[in-house]
């Protein structure tokens, strides 16, 4: 009997190896190990098996159970493996044939420019100050100290706006009338920067723009002093270009800052750059916001960015920044 | 401003080096836009005469051009030029010479040919821009001698300085002078011509002045009157005769050098006489042929509305009240006061005794009409930033003097001056502290003194401060303010030490700056590029892009094209969308955020101005558009955003509507109207959301609360509902939503129309997944749930659960 037992388990052990696929696998499964199979016919004859010959054949029943089950399971293992590589070669697919469909979208580079130095401003201690692009003379012009017939507004080719009187709403010329605006909604001490859009009636050429960006630093409160804004300057200066950067000052006049200067950067290599105007907040401009201003000093500096951001990329024509075109749009 | 260093040095009593007067310049305010050296580059440059002119053999474009260095020898030298003829005396670059830009010139020989020298263009000297040929000297030249001789050109430096309005002593040689002495510490030696005429007997004299005529009698027996009736245009009035002059004098070299030089055209004697003061002493003057003056008389008075003359240039200009005039004994206009004088008193060939003018005019006056006629003269610019009115009678000698020299002029001993207003100037208290607290300086009071004296403002101690009296050539300065900036420029602004802010300070960007950045994030994480076409619109363009056609317009616009202010962002990408199209960029996708101008509300001047933000996508369909709404509403966690179908200008009559955020309209999604895309030639659809994202900044945001998470299983519903075509699919998906606490969500995951749902309505499925937070639902409950909610959506909607 534990012959028998040990011949059809050698035989159903050589046709689980020979098993092709899970399927016939499963059927071998339950033809040689379930309870209808020929192995399992013995354990209902060990009745007939003295005490000596039950143990015996017992064990070696249990034993080729063992090694089938174990052959089968090792035979599935198998086979899924097979099936799995042959299902992963139906599948394969070649990663060095996608593109995505859309990439991750471009900022403009002026905006760029006006996030990068908002970024360095606020990492300064300033905030962030808007006003309108449409503005009346008095913002623009009259509260920053340029007389009516003042030779200084001929220095702003203005944009003069089809409402109220004559000449009375413009585009802006410059970012300062918000310095105007934040004097007028807010009390000293005043720490902020305003960047915005800005209008001139010139000409457009590949250096000079109708339409550009400004941005423009103000800070009022006690004690503010030209040493302040040469000093503020050059902190912008290291923290924006880098360390090895300088500024300086000279001379220079807009009717609403006094003294003014305009501010020229020294590169590393000691090429300057002429970047902006600045100077100590006018006395009448002061006051025309309600500030005393003998109690309260500020100083102001502005400066363009289409330059900046243009000549970072290697820009040469300004005109392109108002390009729509996406050959331009997308390499930033 | 130009200036020589020549005519600077004139009135410095020491030799200053260019370099360091350029330096000063620029620490002063009068910063150099160009510096040109001239007579430099002439060295080896000697006047030829051609004396034989051949074909060069072996080439077409050159020719053999033998030159008499004055030795009587024939030099050979080939020349690409043709212009010159025999017997021409022309310019010559010697053997070794080295010419302005580099090149040395040397024996050489071209196509078999020596030349022993290289003939010269103007050009090439660095005289002027004519490079049309050789230059031909004036036949009086020698050859032989040194061109620089030959031109009577010293070396010198010429600077170009930019000059801003606060500064109309720097409108003068004298002033620059005046200037840069202090800064690098030499002399400044005042002009002092010798008096020509009388001070005579001042009318209207005083702060305010009266004004009135006054005359003063001639040698021969005659008189010459000032009638300064405009008092309030006029300050003051100073008139001489020059008598005798040779008509047929001319200029000398170094004048007409000079002037040429600082970009004025010599064109008489008088004519530049009277140029060269006004250059010199920043003074404008005006000499009339006194023959042609009637009456021998100037008035001063305002036009009269309509009143016309004919100027210098042969304009008629025709004046307002607000222009003053320079009129004659007939009270017939001869000039535009300050501006330009008249064509009928003109100095001619025949003058021979001179009326000459010189006054202070009020810079207000003179810039108001200059900028009115569009008539700006080197005169008014000087009258409109404030002339010195203490200058006049140095000016006036001055003038004399060269007149005198040059014409052989001899000046009436008596002159008129007449006084109008004058404007009062009293001294200013400048205070130390104040000084040292703009600039950030520890400056003594004497110190300040010392840098406001040699530049003319005259310093008083008063306790620590002083009381300053402003000279009369800075009109600009009137204040305090005035004199700290003084004394800052001259302390120097590089000797100020740089400061840091100390206040304690935090900063930061406002929740609604970081709400657009937020967005930006978003727009680009969408693949989307930033555009920013120009704010400014053609006149059309509105109606082109199916919006309301009027826009607030421009006065003085650049170009037509660009004369209307945008009220929306859609024509500009619109119009972005079709030039990429023209270029066979399909498929683009663009965003913007900027201002757009609505009409002013009312009571108000200014427009209503907004932040719009704008998504356009070319090759898209309008749920692209929808899609990206729910994207941005959901970033910006919005309170029951929602969209509704509408037609709206400018979008598909059947694929827009308005996107809402708590039922308001905030702006507009869908597809650009076919109409619109065919008059931009684009052929593809193009999906569009526009939003008034200032709005969104402060729009009602949902709440940010936690919500909790069960842990026990949920149960999922699908309902899907036949609803009528004008039920919202949001508005059901909000009633299922809603319907019962346990729904924790809805999701729409199709849409059908057609057999056998009914015309005019489609079937909307909605996925509801239910939960509860203690406990798991039982079937029974979740068919309680389920029967509630196709309740509700059936009453509320008039729809019907599909079977």
């Not at chain 2, 004025?264 to 000499?287: C, F, K, W």
């Not at chain 2, 070319?618 to 179908?645: K, S, T, Y």
Request: hydrophobic fraction near 40%; proline fraction near 6%; charge should be negative.
């Amino acid at each position: 009997m534990i012959d028998d037992i040990r011949r059809i388990a050698a035989d159903a052990s050589d046709r689980i190896a020979a098993a092709a696929t899970l399927d016939e696998l499963g059927g071998l499964d339950r033809e040689l190990l379930g309870k209808t199979s020929e192995l399992s016919g013995f354990k209902r004859r060990m009745g007939e098996l003295d005490h000596e010959g039950k143990r015996e054949v017992g064990s070696a029943l249990n034993a080729a159970q063992e090694s089938l089950r174990f052959a089968v399971a090792s035979r599935r293992d198998q086979l899924a493996a097979v099936a799995r590589r042959e299902q992963a070669e139906a599948e394969r697919l070649d990663l060095t044939e996608v593109r995505a469909g859309r990439d991750a979208g471009h900022l403009h580079l002026v905006t760029q420019a006006i996030e990068e130095l908002e970024d360095v401003f606020v990492g300064l201690g300033f905030t962030v100050a808007e006003g309108p692009e449409v503005e009346d003379d008095w913002h623009n012009f009259t509260a920053l100290n340029f007389g009516q017939y003042h030779p200084a507004r001929d220095m702003q080719d203005t944009f003069f706006v089809g409402l109220g009187g004559p000449r009375e709403v413009v585009m802006r010329t410059h970012t300062s009338p918000v310095q105007i605006r934040v004097m007028e909604s807010q009390k000293p001490p005043i720490y902020s920067v305003m960047p915005g859009r800005v209008y001139r009636n010139e000409a457009t050429d590949a250096t000079h723009l109708a339409v550009f960006h400004q941005l423009e630093c103000l800070v009022v409160d006690r004690g503010i002093t030209f040493g302040h804004l040469a000093g503020t300057i050059d902190m912008f200066t290291k923290a924006y270009f880098g360390p090895g950067w300088t500024s300086r000052l000279r001379p220079s006049y807009f009717p609403f800052t006094e003294p003014s200067a305009e501010f020229d950067l020294q590169r590393p290599d000691g090429s300057w750059l002429e970047l902006g105007g600045c100077g100590m907040v006018h006395p009448n401009v002061l006051a025309n916001c309600g500030i005393d201003p003998e109690e309260f000093s500020g100083f102001a500096f502005g400066f363009g960015l289409d330059r900046l951001a243009a000549t970072k990329h290697g820009v040469t024509d300004l005109r392109e920044l108002a390009s729509t075109d996406v050959r331009f749009l997308e390499q930033f | 401003m130009k200036v020589l260093s020549t005519w600077l040095h004139e009135f410095l009593d020491a030799e200053v080096s260019p370099e360091v007067i350029a330096d000063a310049f620029d620490d002063l305010g009068t910063p150099v836009e160009e510096e040109v050296r001239l007579g430099e580059g002439l060295a080896g440059i000697e006047v030829v005469r051609v004396v034989g002119l051949r074909p060069h053999p072996n080439a077409d474009k050159i020719q053999l051009v033998d030159v008499d260095r004055g030795d009587g020898e024939a030099l050979q030298i080939c020349c690409g030029a043709f212009n010159m003829a025999v017997g021409d005396h022309i310019p010559l670059a010697t053997l070794g010479t080295v010419m302005p830009g580099g090149m040395k010139i040397e024996r050489r020989k071209l196509r078999g040919e020596w030349s022993n020298g290289m003939l010269c263009s103007a050009r090439e000297l660095g005289l002027n821009e004519d490079h049309e040929g050789i230059f031909i000297l004036e036949p009086t030249t020698v050859p032989g001698t040194p061109l620089a001789d030959a031109l009577g050109i010293d070396p010198d430096v010429l600077w170009e300085l930019e000059v801003n309005p606060n500064r109309p002593d720097a409108m003068s040689v004298v002033g620059l002078a005046r200037d840069v002495a202090a800064k690098v510490g030499v002399g400044f030696v005042a002009p002092a011509p010798p008096v020509a005429a009388g001070p005579g007997e001042p009318v209207g004299w005083g702060a305010t002045g009266s004004g009135g005529a006054a005359g003063a009698a001639l040698s021969d027996g005659g008189a010459f009157t000032v009638d300064v009736a405009a008092t309030d245009g006029c300050g003051r009035f100073v008139a001489r005769v020059l008598r005798g002059l040779d008509p047929t004098a001319t200029s000398p070299a170094w004048m007409q050098h000079r002037l040429t030089e600082l970009g004025m055209r010599p064109i008489s004697a008088l004519v530049d006489i009277s140029n060269y003061v006004m250059l010199e002493q920043g003074t404008p003057n005006h000499p009339y042929d006194m023959a042609k003056v009637a009456g021998s008389t100037l008035r001063v008075r305002w036009a009269s509305a309509g009143e016309q003359l004919v100027t210098l240039d042969d304009v008629t200009r025709t004046f307002t009240a607000d222009d003053l005039l320079i009129c004659d004994g007939d009270d017939r206009a001869v000039g535009i006061a300050g501006i330009m004088g008249g064509a009928a008193c003109e100095i001619g060939p025949e003058t021979t005794d001179v009326l000459l003018e010189l006054a202070w005019f009020d810079p207000t006056a003179i810039s108001r009409s200059s900028r009115r006629l569009g008539l700006r003269s080197e005169a008014s610019a000087r009258f409109e930033k404030g002339c010195d009115p203490a200058a006049l009678d140095v000016a006036a000698d001055r003038f004399c003097q060269l007149a005198a020299e040059i014409c052989g002029a001899t000046t009436e001993p008596a002159q008129v001056d007449v006084r109008g207003a004058l404007p009062d100037r009293p001294p200013v208290r400048v205070r130390t502290a104040r000084v040292n607290a703009l600039l950030g300086t520890d400056l003594s009071a004497a110190r300040i003194g010392e840098l406001l004296e040699p530049i003319g403002f005259r310093a008083e101690p008063v306790g620590d401060d002083h009381d300053v009296s402003i000279p009369t050539w800075r009109f600009d300065s009137a204040t305090e303010i005035d004199v700290v900036e003084e004394v800052g420029r001259h302390h120097g602004y590089r000797n100020i030490a740089n400061r840091e802010l100390t206040e304690p300070r935090t900063g930061h960007l406002t929740d609604a700056q970081q709400q657009r950045r937020g967005v930006r994030r978003l727009l680009c994480g969408l693949g989307l590029a930033e555009a920013l076409p120009l704010p400014f619109l053609a006149p059309g363009q509105l109606a082109d892009a199916g919006l309301d056609p009027t826009g607030i317009e421009l006065v003085n616009p650049l170009v037509a094209e660009e004369s209307v202010l945008r009220t929306a962002l859609l024509p500009g990408l619109v119009a972005a969308v079709a030039r990429n199209h023209a270029r066979r960029q399909l498929g683009v996708g663009l965003w913007e955020i900027g201002h757009v101008f609505l009409p002013p509300p009312p009571d108000q001047l200014l427009p209503d101005e907004r932040e719009h933000v704008a998504v356009v996508l070319a090759g898209r369909e309008a749920p692209a558009a929808v899609e990206v709404w729910q994207i941005l509403a959901d970033h910006l966690r919005l309170a029951d955003p929602a969209v509704r179908n509408a037609d709206l200008p400018g979008l598909h009559p059947t694929r827009g509507g308005q996107v809402t955020v708590a039922g308001e309209a905030v702006g507009i999604v869908g597809e650009i109207d076919p109409a619109v895309l065919d008059r931009h030639d684009v052929a593809e659809r193009v999906a569009y959301l526009e939003v008034d994202l200032g709005r969104l900044y402060d729009a009602p945001r949902r709440s940010q609360a936690y919500r909790q998470i069960s842990r026990f299983p949920a149960s999922d519903i699908d309902l899907a509902f036949e609803v009528p075509d004008a039920v919202s699919a949001i508005a059901v998906e909000r009633t299922l939503a809603g319907g019962d606490e346990l729904v924790w969500s809805v999701r729409l995951f199709d849409v059908y129309r057609g057999p056998p749902v009914a015309d005019g309505s489609r079937s909307l499925a909605f996925a509801v997944r239910l939960q509860a937070l203690d406990r798991t639902l039982t079937d029974a409950e979740v068919a309680e749930v389920r029967t509630r909610l196709v309740a509700l959506v059936e009453s509320t909607h008039g729809a019907s659960l599909r079977g």
